[in-house]
């Protein structure tokens, strides 16, 4: 079965930028018709879609995070990743990064995620 795993550091400073690893596991991230997001939840709010890279490489960005995100991902490793520059306090929130799937223009729901890790924006 599919697994995510997210990794990376959990406390970073404001205004430097915020770096994730999903490393999937049990399939390849190209195979057709996968999409990869990532999901955040900041504490004592709802769940926040961040954005998303297909299986065949093309992204979309939520229209609030667009201007500082970027997503990209590492075939070769089966990975995909988050950058999220110019952080502030409120960025601080569990990361997750899930599975979707896409067909044409139609979304089916997210049926893997990873167990979440919490990234801390403090000085």
């Known amino acids: 079965q599919v697994q995510l795993q997210e990794s990376g550091p959990g406390l970073v400073k404001p205004s430097q930028t915020l770096s994730l690893t999903c490393t999937v596991s049990g399939g390849p991230i190209t195979a057709s018709y996968y999409a990869w997001s990532w999901i955040r939840q900041p504490p004592g709010k709802g769940l926040e879609w961040m954005g998303v890279v297909l299986y065949d490489g093309s992204t979309v960005s939520s229209p609030s995070l667009k201007s500082r995100l970027s997503i990209f991902r590492d075939t070769s490793k089966n990975q995909f990743s988050l950058q999220l520059s110019s952080v502030t306090p409120q960025d601080t929130a569990v990361y997750y990064c899930?599975?979707?799937?896409?067909?044409?223009?139609?979304?089916?729901?997210?049926?893997?995620w990873g167990k979440g890790t919490l990234v801390t924006v403090s000085s």
């Open positions: 899930a599975r979707g799937l896409r067909i044409a223009t139609m979304d089916y729901g997210l049926d893997y």
